[in-house]
């Protein structure tokens, strides 16, 4: 059974940072690629940074390039994405993802609220 369970969002103030993570189970995590995606209120979900399955290659969303690292411990099955400079905008749940064995796989999220 494919399970991914994000953890680390919460409220942080403009301009402050996060790291978020995503701890997986029932697949073979070295071999997928994994992804990270966002819902903001009123808004379709949007991927926002991508990493291969060695860890070798990332894709970030434009909007937040810059201030996005997205990595991925092998040995732990897990997938994390530090956050920095962070804006009101960026206010969302936050999603990891991945495909195996041609199903697509979700975690419940975690929700980042950008705010004074």
């Known amino acids: 059974q494919v399970q991914l369970v994000e953890s680390g969002g919460g409220l942080v103030q403009p301009g402050g940072s996060l790291r978020l993570s995503c701890a997986t189970s029932?697949?073979?995590?070295?071999?997928?690629?994994m992804r990270w995606w966002r819902r903001a209120p009123g808004k379709e979900r949007e991927l926002v940074a991508q990493?291969?399955?060695?860890?070798?290659?990332?894709v970030y969303v434009d909007s937040m390039k810059g201030r996005l690292t997205i990595s991925r411990d092998n040995a732990k099955n897990t997938v994390y994405l530090q956050m920095n400079n962070l804006k009101p905008e960026d206010t969302a749940v936050y999603y990891c993802?991945?495909?195996?064995?041609?199903?697509?796989?979700w975690g419940p999220g975690t929700q980042v609220t950008v705010s004074s």
């Open positions: 029932g697949f073979t995590f070295r071999n997928s690629a």
């Open positions: 990493v291969s399955s060695a860890g070798g290659s990332t």
């Open positions: 993802n991945t495909w195996w064995l041609g199903n697509n796989y």
